[in-house]
């Protein structure tokens, strides 16, 4: 389960931190809001096609940060299998640069994920 979402520097958001619960989230708001934004950055943290467009104007990268919670056990024996420690939460970041964009997996203890400090992974 997707728990939490930091984004810096995507399209016109400077930084944000969005947190899930387990059960029903839903995302409201105004047009233009960033709605979308957050949909398309979840797109992007679990591997979709993105583009350097998405990097906020005047930025050098933008950063996705998302900690997942709950994981299947089935994922963690393929995480392990990989030659990932076992661990009950898993942390994705992906960073975008008008020149390229990277994507990086780290499974970290609970006692070092919280989201507030995902940039200490």
Known sequence: MLSCLQIEN????QKAEV?????????TGETGAGKSILIDSINAILG???SKDL???GASKAVIRASFAQIPDVVLDKLEAAGYERSAELLLSR?????RAAAGSTVCPPRRLCCGSCAEV
């Open 10 to 13: 995507v399209a016109v958001i």
């Open 19 to 27: 947190h899930f619960q387990p059960g029903l989230n839903v995302l």
């Open 48 to 50: 979709n096609r993105t």
């Open 55 to 57: 990097v906020r104007t």
């Open 95 to 99: 960073e975008i640069t008008a020149e």
